[in-house]
């Protein structure tokens, strides 16, 4: 049976991370919400699981993965579960603890790309919180973009330069790898200062992107393109 990844279809978002693992290991996969309505697939498939009250763990909100009869949410948990069946976490409890705290990291910056165009409410447009994105965005590319590749960095420096975890690539190499990619969406002159001074972390990113699974990917239709609905957003104001 192929995993069943639940997601909204028209944007890259959080969904983005589990389909880079996906795809960098080849596994087959449906991504449902963006299939048909007439093959069971589409936004009401999505809805409907979310809904099942025959799920005694729903999931509060996409992504979740389905795989059988196990249903998981949250990025994160979806990659610790993906991680060892799809070859990209480590064999040591210890390294993959790791793994995830990297991952949860990664989140961590996620949630605050988000909140430079969103800073005061979700349900309010980013014109309603224009001012206060502003300033949020200001320090975000001024301190919180150089604090977190500056630690991306130290971790790949400290290990092989080349892995954030271990020998060989991992889903938090992949997040990486998506982190920085948003992030040169939304902020591209902050970020491409940034990784001038974060080696390791621009030699990473350059490296999945020419792996040859990923690099198929990102030429296919698949890869959504980044667009102003997704948490990585690129407002010229915002990055002067």
Excluded: C
């Excluded at 936004?43 to 993965?65: C, H, N, Q, T």
């Excluded at 994105?133 to 150089?146: E, S």
């Excluded at 271990?166 to 920085?180: E, H, K, N, P, R």
Aim: net charge negative.
């Amino acid at each position: 049976m192929p995993y069943e990844l639940y997601y909204w279809p028209t944007i890259q978002g959080r969904g983005e991370f589990v389909r880079l693992a996906l795809e960098e290991a080849g596994a087959e996969y449906v991504d449902v919400a963006r299939g048909r309505e007439e093959d069971g697939q589409g936004l009401g498939a999505m809805a409907a699981l979310l809904e099942d009250p025959s799920i005694a763990r729903p999931a509060y909100a996409p992504p979740f993965l389905r795989d059988g009869d196990v249903v998981i949410g949250q990025t994160a948990a979806i990659l610790l579960y993906l991680g060892p069946r799809l070859g990209l976490a480590p064999a040591g409890e210890a390294d993959r603890l790791w793994t995830h705290q990297i991952q949860l990291t990664v989140a961590d910056v996620v949630a605050e790309a988000h909140d430079t165009h969103h800073p005061i409410a979700v349900s309010l447009t980013y014109e309603d919180q224009q001012p206060e994105a502003l300033r949020r965005a200001k320090d975000f590319q001024a301190n919180r973009i150089p604090e977190y590749l500056a630690w991306f960095d130290h971790v790949l420096g400290r290990n092989d330069g080349l892995h954030l975890v271990g020998g060989a690539t991992t889903y938090a190499d992949l997040s990486l790898f998506q982190l920085v990619d948003g992030l040169l969406y939304a902020f591209p002159r902050a970020t491409e200062r940034t990784l001038t001074e974060n080696r390791h972390v621009a030699a990473l990113h350059d490296a999945v992107r020419q792996r040859p699974r990923i690099s198929a990917y990102l030429a296919s239709p698949r890869r959504i393109p980044f667009n102003q609905q997704g948490i990585f957003r690129h407002y010229p104001e915002l990055d002067p």
